[in-house]
């Protein structure tokens, strides 16, 4: 079984929708991130969690809200989808125990808004 | 503001080629910089590098990170179609914040 786990894999939907992309993991991490992949860009950080009730911004959170509803459940939501929000978006981890700050990451959610 | 440029942004090279990839940043307060492979889907670690000249080493890949002039290399030798994929570069900007700032990647295909 994979270690860090997203749903859905794939979701079309259309704008003004409200959408929720899910995240877990059994890796017992306590930093859990949410990133999006746009072609040309790179990984974007959205937000991240250090910790249950612990919510950061990331650099480009504007249009998304998460939720840190457990140390191994991480959501992300867009409370009302719009095209440009269309890419590739991937789930993290890490933990302060590994010393090198590997990242795990999802398989990740490909999100198409109309 | 924090950036990580990566180059070239695509490469096409022939099996048993050896090819270099390059990472360059400005951040503040520099902690680490991570490598990682993408392929058709998520990212995989490769390499954590912290200090200067010291060379990461697995297999075929290498990487090496010069703090000075704010740059890091990712060297793969005698290539394979395995190794086709997206290579990303990652720097931590500050300590103690996990946070990481990736660049665009470079794209790397070899053909057999």
């Known amino acids: 079984d994979a270690d860090v786990t997203q749903t859905p894999r794939n979701r079309i939907t259309k704008t003004g929708k409200r959408i929720m992309l899910e995240c877990s993991q059994t890796?017992?991490?306590?930093?859990m991130y949410w990133y999006r992949q746009d072609p040309g860009l790179g990984l974007r950080l959205i937000y991240y969690s250090f910790d249950v009730k612990d919510i950061n911004k990331g650099e480009i959170s504007d249009g998304y809200s998460v939720s840190r509803q457990a140390q191994a459940k991480f959501s992300l939501s867009l409370e009302s989808a719009i095209p440009n929000q269309t890419a590739l978006y991937f789930c993290?981890?890490?933990?302060?125990?590994?010393?090198?700050?590997?990242?795990?990451f999802g398989p990740g959610t490909r999100l198409t808004v109309l | 503001e924090d950036k990580v440029v990566q180059s070239p942004l695509s490469l096409v090279v022939h099996e048993g080629d050896t090819v270099t990839l390059n990472c360059s940043y400005e951040?503040?307060?520099?902690?680490?910089l991570l490598w990682y492979k993408q392929e058709k889907k998520a990212p995989t670690f490769l390499f954590m590098l912290t200090s200067s000249g010291i060379e990461k080493k697995s297999g075929r890949l290498s990487s090496i990170l010069d703090k000075k002039e704010l740059f890091s290399i990712l060297n793969i030798t005698a290539t394979q179609t395995g190794d086709s994929a997206v290579y990303l570069c990652a720097v931590e900007p500050s300590s103690g914040t996990y946070k990481y700032i990736f660049g665009t990647g470079t794209r790397l295909k070899v053909l057999a």
């Open positions: 951040v503040t307060n520099f902690r680490s």
């Open positions: 890796k017992g991490h306590d930093r």
């Open positions: 993290a981890t890490s933990d302060l125990r590994i010393s090198y700050n590997e990242q795990f």
